[in-house]
């Protein structure tokens, strides 16, 4: 069992920054890639961007491109994401996802964390 745990979403203004964590406990020796996504109200969810656990390889999607990153710690199991130049349109819950070796898609979900981004 893997159990994910998000943290560092908050309040903050247009242009601001925000790096949110999530940390993976349990049997993480099992996972292939991590991930976040991101869910706005009324709107379907958008995959942000996820690391590959072995390798360490990561991509974001155009869509965020150049003002977020994501990186990781591999020694706490935790990923990062980093959000920079904030826009009011970047206000979701974002989520962390895990996807487990041999696994086609993300199935490990943590609960999520709100990002508001006021202008």
């Known amino acids: 069992q893997v159990q994910l745990a998000e943290s560092g979403g908050g309040l903050v203004q247009a242009g601001g920054s925000l790096r949110l964590s999530c940390a993976a406990s349990g049997r993480t020796d099992r996972l292939y890639a991590m991930a976040w996504f991101r869910q706005a109200p009324g709107k379907e969810r958008e995959f942000v961007g996820h690391?590959?656990?072995?390798?360490?390889?990561?991509y974001v999607n155009d869509s965020v491109k150049g003002r977020f990153s994501i990186s990781r710690d591999r020694i706490k199991n935790t990923v990062f994401l980093q959000m920079n130049s904030l826009k009011p349109e970047d206000t979701s819950v974002y989520y962390c996802a895990a996807q487990r070796l041999g696994a086609y898609n993300y199935d490990i979900w943590g609960q999520g964390t709100q990002v508001t981004v006021s202008s």
């Open positions: 690391v590959r656990l072995n390798g360490g390889g990561t």
